[in-house]
């Protein structure tokens, strides 16, 4: 543990915080809890026992975070970011007990959230923080807007994660505001055609940036 810094201790805090949770209320939870919301409303149930596997991502994805530097031909590049890398990680953790907070709260209190603008909200969040966070990244294999294009120059991999940031963050900010003015069927609908914006156009402008960068050589 005195490898570990502060906000990696930390991360694997709320990494088991699901599973403690779950384990103080399972007996409370009845033998049917809702675990999947569809946009129309329609709630799906399932055994309540479905909630450790929920509540077991968390754990394994710590894991993954600290096992993929480790084995990333690139991993020298980690030294350069890794603040923003267990940063990035310590938010996915509360993300996930997010998760497994609502399946919970709905499953012992049922109706007393509103599920699509909460997630809606959570999601738009994680765009801005991700958002903020790309431009830091260096060069890696796991990390970041990964194409062929970036992978193979470190220019074109800066240049199309300082485009990717600023457009995932006003894309999280974007998400966010759907959720509290759109319905929720179009608030669904918003947030589709965000990420699917958010998504495309760096990829494609990385492309574009190799092709000049290479003057049209494949």
């Not at 062929?148 to 199309?160: A, D, F, G, I, R």
Request: glycine share 6%.
């Amino acid at each position: 543990m005195k490898n570990l810094s502060n906000v990696r201790i930390l991360m694997w805090v709320f990494a088991l915080a699901p599973l403690a949770l779950t384990a103080a209320l399972y007996n409370r939870l009845p033998e049917m809890i809702p675990m999947h919301w569809s946009v129309s409303g329609y709630v799906r149930h399932d055994p309540r026992v479905n909630i450790w596997w929920l509540a077991g991502i968390s754990p394994i994805l710590a894991v993954v975070a600290m096992v993929l530097p480790k084995i990333d031909p690139r991993k020298a590049n980690y030294e350069k970011f890794r603040e923003y890398h267990d940063g990035f990680w310590l938010f996915i953790m509360l993300f996930m007990l997010g998760i497994v907070g609502i399946v919970l709260s709905e499953s012992l209190n049922p109706g007393m959230l509103r599920i699509e603008f909460v997630v809606t909200l959570a999601v738009g969040f994680m765009f801005a923080v991700v958002g903020n966070i790309m431009p830091k990244l260096k060069n890696n294999f796991f990390m970041g807007i990964r194409t062929p294009w970036t992978l193979s120059s470190p220019e074109v991999w800066h240049k199309t994660h300082r485009l990717g940031g600023a457009i995932w963050f006003f894309g999280g900010l974007a998400i966010i505001a759907s959720s509290f003015f759109l319905s929720d069927a179009a608030m669904f609908i918003a947030l589709l055609a965000i990420v699917a914006v958010i998504s495309i156009i760096p990829a494609v402008m990385s492309y574009v940036w190799y092709r000049k960068l290479t003057g049209g050589d494949e």
